[in-house]
C-alpha cells in the first residue's frame, strides 16, 4: 500500500508523542523555536503575497484569503519534513499514548510547556529581526494589511476567537494527519496543503501564527497593546487550539482504532 491507513497513523502518532515526550528539554526547545520560526515564515509570505493585492482585497475579497492560504502553509511544510516541534500538532499526538497510559500527564504538560514557549521565541524572533528591523512591513500596502489583521484578531470576543482556535487546529492537526498517511515528500506536502489553506482562507485562529502576526504588527506601530494580544487573542486562541487538536482529531481518532 502506498499509504498508511488511518489505524496505521494513530500507531504513528503514537510513537511520536512518545519520541518527543522524552527529548531532552534543550533539544525541545531548540525544535520549539525553529517551528515557532518556521509558522511565521509562513506568515510573513502570506501576508507578502496575500497583503500585496489591495485592489483584489476590496473587489474580491475571497481571492485575497486564498492568496494569503495557499502562501502560508510551507511554514507546516517545514516542520514536517525539515522537522521541527510545533505546539498545535502535539496537541494532538499526545492523546493517544495518553489515552492507552503509554505516556503520563506529566510528560504531556512538559513537552506541551516547553513546546509553547519555544514556539513563542521562534515567532517573536522572525517579527523582530527578520521581519521590522528588516522594514518589510515598513511601507504600503503590507504595513495597513499587518495592522488590519492585529485590529480584527484582537477585536473579536472571547468565544469567537475560542470557536475560531478550534476549527484552526482541528485542521491544522487533520493536515498532520495527512503527511503521517504519506509515504513521499510529494504526498506530505499535498497532504498539508490543503487543510492549511483552507483554514487560513476561513479565518480560523491559529495560536502560533498569531505570535507572528500581532507582535510585528505591535512592532511596527499598531494600535494594538501586548495586553489585547494576550488576552483577547492568544489565550482564547491557544484553548481553542487544544479543543480543535486533542479533542476533534486525536481522542476521536483513538476512540475509534484504539486496540
Not at 528539554?25 to 501576508?47: C, Q, R, S
Request: with cysteine; net charge positive.
Amino acid at each position: 500500500m502506498s499509504y498508511n491507513t488511518p489505524k496505521q497513523i494513530v500507531e504513528i502518532v503514537n510513537d511520536v508523542a512518545k519520541s518527543k515526550a522524552y527529548t531532552s528539554v534543550p533539544k525541545t526547545l531548540v525544535l520549539a523555536f525553529l517551528a515557532g520560526a518556521y509558522i511565521a515564515i509562513g506568515g510573513l509570505l502570506a501576508i507578502i503575497i496575500g497583503g500585496g493585492v489591495p485592489g483584489i482585497a476590496e473587489s474580491n475579497p475571497g481571492i485575497q484569503k486564498f492568496l494569503m492560504g495557499a502562501a502560508f502553509p510551507i511554514g507546516l511544510m517545514l516542520c514536517a519534513i525539515a522537522g521541527a516541534d510545533l505546539f498545535t500538532g502535539n496537541t494532538a499526538y499526545f492523546i493517544p499514548p495518553l489515552m492507552s497510559k503509554k505516556i503520563s500527564v506529566g510528560l504531556l504538560l512538559r513537552n506541551w510547556t516547553l513546546v509553547y514557549a519555544g514556539n513563542f521565541i521562534g515567532a517573536i524572533f522572525v517579527a523582530y529581526f527578520m521581519v521590522t528591523l528588516t522594514g518589510i512591513f515598513s511601507s504600503s500596502p503590507w504595513l495597513e494589511t499587518i495592522y488590519n489583521i492585529a485590529d480584527s484578531k484582537t477585536s473579536a470576543s472571547f468565544l469567537q476567537v475560542f470557536l475560531k482556535g478550534i476549527g484552526a487546529n482541528w485542521l491544522v492537526a487533520l493536515a498532520m494527519w495527512l503527511a503521517y498517511a504519506s509515504k513521499d515528500i510529494t504526498g506530505k506536502i499535498l497532504g498539508i496543503w490543503f487543510p492549511v489553506m483552507a483554514f487560513v482562507a476561513i479565518g480560523f485562529e491559529h495560536s502560533i501564527a498569531n505570535m507572528f502576526f500581532i507582535p510585528a504588527a505591535i512592532f511596527n506601530g499598531a494600535s494594538v497593546t501586548w495586553y489585547d494580544f494576550f488576552i483577547h487573542n492568544l489565550i482564547p486562541a491557544t484553548l481553542g487550539n487544544i479543543v480543535g487538536g486533542s479533542g476533534l482529531v486525536g481522542l476521536i481518532y483513538f476512540y475509534i482504532y484504539k486496540d
